[in-house]
T-cell receptor, first 109, second 117 residues
Framework: GQNIDQPTEMTATEGAIVQINCTYQ??????LFWYQQHAGEAPTFLSY??LDGLEEKGRFSSFLSRSKGYSYLLLKELQMKDSASYLC??????????WGAGTKLIIKP | GAVVSQHPSWVICKSGTSVKIECRSL??????MFWYRQFPKQSLMLMAT?????????EQGVEKDKFLINHASLTLSTLTVTSAHPEDSSFYIC?????????????FGPGTRLTVL
């Protein structure tokens, strides 16, 4: 079966750095997405990785290792507005998105 | 990025009535649109994949006669919840796939919160 695992909840301090991990087992791989979702709102796109390595975009970076079936989202200089759920999703061989359950990130002052 | 709109944003209806939700891709053509539902504190659950000009593909456990999907054009898909009941109350989110950038990225609409009384 297809499976994506990520921690249910994480807590971090404002101004700090946090890394959210995601591991996946899917039938084929055509890219990995990270989305941010605030409570009561639809997800918004954060990043896309299809090759191994680190993609940096401002305070957010995303890393991928296809051989390990592993990705992480790194958030730097945390702000209170970063409190949200972070969803990892993988595109399989049929270009269907397989979703993780999401990681709820709580930022404390 | 590409913009997807959804209408209405929220709707309250009586049990037994039908509700139609529209999903539009505003600045790109979407041959494929997806309909999700999300219960509080849970992840997205794919309901169906809608392809322009053909029948939607429903996920296991989703009743196609209850959740009618029409994808009549490259920019519009509709989801009709027929004979709605309180257990259908949920957050319904559509997304549209933009293949032009090569990422097959899905862009999400803002969601529709349905409350069935």
């Amino acid at each position: 079966g297809q499976n994506i695992d990520q921690p249910t909840e994480m807590t971090a301090t404002e101004g700090a750095i946090v890394q959210i991990n995601c591991t996946y087992q899917t039938s084929g791989f055509n890219g990995l997405f990270w989305y941010q979702q605030h409570a009561g709102e639809a997800p918004t796109f954060l990043s896309y990785n299809v090759l191994d390595g680190l993609e940096e975009k401002g305070r957010f970076s995303s890393f991928l290792s296809r051989s390990k079936g592993y990705s992480y989202l790194l958030l730097k200089e945390l702000q209170m507005k970063d409190s949200a759920s972070y969803l990892c999703a993988v595109t399989d061989s049929n270009y269907q998105l397989i979703w993780g359950a999401g990681t709820k990130l709580i930022i404390k002052p | 990025g590409a913009v997807v709109s959804q209408h209405p944003s929220w709707v309250i209806c009586k049990s037994g009535t039908s509700v139609k939700i529209e999903c539009r891709s505003l600045d790109f053509q979407a041959t494929t649109m997806f309909w999700y539902r999300q219960f509080p504190k849970q992840s997205l659950m794919l309901m169906a994949t809608s392809n322009e000009g053909s029948k939607a593909t429903y996920e296991q456990g989703v009743e196609k006669d209850k959740f009618l999907i029409n994808h009549a054009s490259l920019t519009l898909s509709t989801l009709t919840v027929t004979s709605a009941h309180p257990e259908d109350s949920s957050f319904y989110i559509c997304s549209a796939r933009d293949v032009s950038g090569g990422h097959n990225e899905q862009f999400f609409g803002p969601g529709t919160r349905l409350t069935v009384l």
